[in-house]
Nanobody, 115 residues
Framework: QVQLVESGGGLVQPGGSLRLSCAAS????????MGWYRQAPGKQRELVAT???????NYALSVKGRFTISRDNAKKTVYLQMNSLKPEDTAVYYC?????????WGQGTQVTVSS
């Protein structure tokens, strides 16, 4: 069993930056592929970025070059550094962990990009 707790969301102006954190509890963190997803009002949840146990990363085209996902296995934490934020990045951001059939979600953190 893995529990995920996100933090770092908030209100930011267009062009600004935020860093999201996701702290995991439970065993096996180092083996999990970790990811960030987001869901805007009235839209489906979508992939933002993932990072494997080996450190390979994958990004949605809409955030590539602006967002960076990273992980600290010693702290059991995954991060999402978000730069050059746009109003269309406004959403609830969810942390996700995945290992074979085991999938866990955090409760989400709100990110609002507005002037």
């Amino acid at each position: 069993q893995v529990q995920l707790v996100e933090s770092g969301g908030g209100l930011v102006q267009p062009g600004g930056s935020l860093r999201l954190s996701c702290a995991a509890s439970g065993s096996g963190f180092i083996s999990y592929t970790m990811g960030w997803y987001r869901q805007a009002p009235g839209k489906q949840r979508e992939l933002v970025a993932t990072i494997t146990s080996g450190g390979s990363t994958n990004y949605a085209l809409s955030v590539k070059g602006r967002f960076t996902i990273s992980r600290d296995n010693a702290k059991k934490t995954v991060y999402l550094q978000m730069n050059s934020l746009k109003p269309e990045d406004t959403a609830v951001y969810y942390c996700n962990s995945r290992l074979i059939a085991y999938v866990y979600w955090g409760q989400g953190t709100q990110v609002t990009v507005s002037s």
